[in-house]
């Protein structure tokens, strides 16, 4: 690589593209719409962190590719389902931490439903980050492979890594930071919420604003770390992947191609 950083490079490759300004609070709003949240930033950022890869400058992805970008997104829903299985001892000592207090109450006959404190979201969003940094790369292989089961494959990721060790560190920390930095942002909204006593309507708009633009930025930085993970493979390039040892229709191959990606969008 040259001595351009990854983060001034997949910066210059995301903001570079005009339609950023609208793109960026669509996507946003789209998570705040049930079951659509879980796959549209999801998919979208694949398909950042695939042309990235394969080298391919052709600006953002468009919404007129919806059904590539949903294709993508539900892979992806289902590698990082699985890979964050290993946060649910995490996600229990919190719930723990949080309803536990309310038992004494609940045992005495006066039930009271639990309030989640302003730390819970990043206290389960610390250990999201960290574990960011391996599952974009997972990402990274289902996007470029085309399939879930290229994220899935714990040892893939880690060759993946390992192929390019040294430079590893330099984009690992994106993942972690755009993991990590939303549910930071969102502390001073649920801050004034708890802290005020507000009318339910008036609480929820400040919630939905506050989930608005904390999303844009999200957004955003998801954009940039997977624009730099893809741009961290394009050297030596997917083309010298291995193919997939699970896929006999990849048996004799020497890994996933460029024209493959064109041929999934088709």
Known sequence: MDGESYLARATRRVFSDGTLWWRA??????????????????GYVLMVMRDAAWGIDRGLPRFSE???ILKNGVSGFVVSLVWSLV????????????????????????????????????????????????????????????????????????????????????????????GLLPSILAVPGALLVQ??????GAASAISYTSSFVVGVLGVVMSLIAGAAYGTWASSPGPSSWPPLAQEPSTAGSSGPT?????????
């Open 87 to 178: 946060l649910v001892p995490v996600v229990m000592v919190a719930l723990l931490a949080v309803i536990l207090p309310s038992v004494p109450s609940i045992m005495n006959g006066y039930p009271a439903a639990p309030v989640f404190p302003w730390w819970f979201g990043p206290a389960i969003a610390a250990p999201s980050a960290f574990l960011s940094i391996f599952m974009y790369v997972a990402w990274l292989r289902t996007a470029v492979y085309v399939t879930s089961s290229a994220g899935l494959s714990v040892a893939g990721v880690r060759d993946l890594i390992r192929s390019n060790s040294t430079e590893f560190g330099r984009v690992a920390w994106l993942a972690f930071a755009a």
């Open 66 to 68: 919806f059904k590539e």
């Open 258 to 266: 460029e024209a493959a990606f064109f041929d999934s969008e088709s």
């Open 195 to 200: 802290a005020t006593n507000l009318p339910a």
């Open 25 to 42: 609070p669509a996507l946003a709003a789209l998570q705040l719409v049930p079951i659509l949240n879980w796959f549209t930033t999801t």
